[in-house]
C-alpha cells in the first residue's frame, strides 16, 4: 500500500488541535502526527497526565468534547490514538527529546522507540 504524505493543512490542524487542548487545560506533554505501521497511515500521538486520569472512552470523549468547543467538528478531526505518558513509547520519546530546547517541526523516523516502530513523524511538542 502506497503511504499517504503528510500535507500542510495536516500540519496546521494538528497545530489547532493541539491549541485546543491547551486552551481546555489537558496540556498534552507529547503530541505528534505519525506514520506507524499497524494503521498504514498517519495518526494523531496525544499524551497527557490529565488525560491519563480518565479511562479510554471518557478520555477521547474529553478530547471531542474539547475540540468541539473551539469549533472543531468531529468530522474535521482526524484519526488520534491516545497514549499514557507511562507508555514506553511516549517514555523514551520524553527520555531522548524533553531537553531539547526546540522540537516543532523536528522529523523523525525509521527507528524503533519504546518497543514501536516510527516509520515517520511529525512533533509539535515533547516535554
Do not use: C, H
Amino acid at each position: 500500500m502506497d503511504k499517504t504524505a503528510l500535507v500542510g493543512l495536516d500540519i496546521e490542524r494538528g497545530s489547532q488541535i493541539i491549541r485546543a487542548l491547551d486552551d481546555a487545560d489537558l496540556k498534552p506533554s507529547v503530541a505528534l502526527w505519525a506514520y506507524l505501521p499497524e494503521y498504514e497511515d498517519w495518526r494523531l500521538i496525544i499524551a497527557s497526565r490529565k488525560l491519563d486520569s480518565f479511562d479510554p472512552r471518557s478520555a477521547y470523549r474529553t478530547i471531542n468534547d474539547s475540540l468541539l468547543a473551539k469549533g472543531i467538528t468531529v468530522e474535521q478531526t482526524p484519526p488520534i490514538v491516545i497514549r499514557s505518558v507511562t507508555d514506553p513509547f511516549i517514555k523514551d520519546l520524553r527520555g531522548m527529546f524533553a531537553k531539547t530546547a526546540r522540537v516543532e517541526g523536528m522529523r523523525l523516523g525509521g527507528q524503533t522507540i519504546g518497543g514501536r516502530f516510527l516509520e515517520e513523524a511529525y512533533v509539535y511538542r515533547i516535554r
